[in-house]
């Protein structure tokens, strides 16, 4: 059993900063892929930001410059920093996880955490 949770959401001015974090736990015998994505309100969710085993990354045009996703192997864990918030950010965030447990490779999806840009 693997689980992925997701936490730091909030409520933030625009401007400001916030830090998620996501963290796998479980039978996991390997991580490849991390990656945040976003839903916003009546649309589709959309890729922000992977990271791979290496720590390579890769943003959304979006985000490029204000986003920063980084993971630390040891602790299965993914953050996303994001400054710089706009009001056009708020979205609910879930990080994605493409893992093998042992027996099969997957991809797995945390829960979600709401983020909210606003005055």
């Known amino acids: 059993q693997v689980q992925v949770v997701e936490s730091g959401g909030g409520l933030v001015q625009p401007g400001g900063s916030l830090r998620l974090s996501c963290a796998a736990s479980?039978?996991?015998?390997?991580?490849?892929?991390m990656a945040w994505y976003r839903q916003a309100p009546g649309k589709q969710r959309e890729l922000v930001a992977t990271v791979n085993r290496s720590g390579h990354t890769n943003y959304a045009d979006s985000v490029k410059g204000r986003f920063t996703i980084s993971r630390d192997n040891a602790k299965k864990t993914v953050y996303l920093q994001m400054n710089s918030l706009k009001p056009e950010d708020t979205a609910v965030y879930y990080c994605n996880i493409d893992l093998h447990n042992g027996d099969t490779r997957g991809a797995y999806w945390g829960q979600g955490t709401q983020v909210t840009v606003s005055s």
């Open positions: 479980g039978s996991i015998f390997i991580i490849y892929a």
